[in-house]
């Protein structure tokens, strides 16, 4: 009922920049909140950065200050501008979405991840 398609992931230098794009489509009738999780090989998933209804943001510790997660609401679509990116910073970014759909029934939705990788 609800699809997420990730894009902007790809290899960047270390103090680079990438600009991660997420766009929720289906039968939405409002969306609760949108976010980002990441998960490095052999690390726990971990939030990166949320957005919710209303504007408000929660950032993970390790991106406070370098990660700006943004929408646009009309096209149900969330942004994750990254900079000053680190080595720590390569995993697999994971959209999610909590929406409520058309009829009323809330429901959460996984995307299916896009690698992020940086080079020192």
């Known amino acids: 009922q609800v699809q997420l398609v990730e894009s902007g992931g790809g290899l960047v230098q270390a103090g680079g920049s990438l600009r991660l794009s997420c766009a929720a489509s289906?039968?939405?009738?409002?969306?609760?909140?949108m976010g980002w999780h990441r998960q490095a090989p052999g690390k726990q998933r971990e939030l990166v950065a949320r957005?919710?209804?209303?504007?408000?943001?929660n950032y993970g510790d390790s991106v406070k200050g370098r990660f700006t997660i943004s929408r646009d609401n009309a096209k149900n679509t969330v942004y994750l501008q990254m900079n000053s990116l680190t080595p720590e910073d390569t995993a697999v970014y994971y959209c999610?979405?909590?929406?409520?759909?058309?009829?009323?029934?809330?429901?959460?939705?996984w995307g299916q991840g896009t690698q992020v990788t940086v080079s020192s």
């Open positions: 999610n979405a909590d929406v409520t759909l058309t009829s009323g029934r809330r429901y959460f939705k």
């Open positions: 957005i919710t209804s209303g504007g408000s943001t």
């Open positions: 289906g039968s939405i009738g409002s969306i609760n909140f």
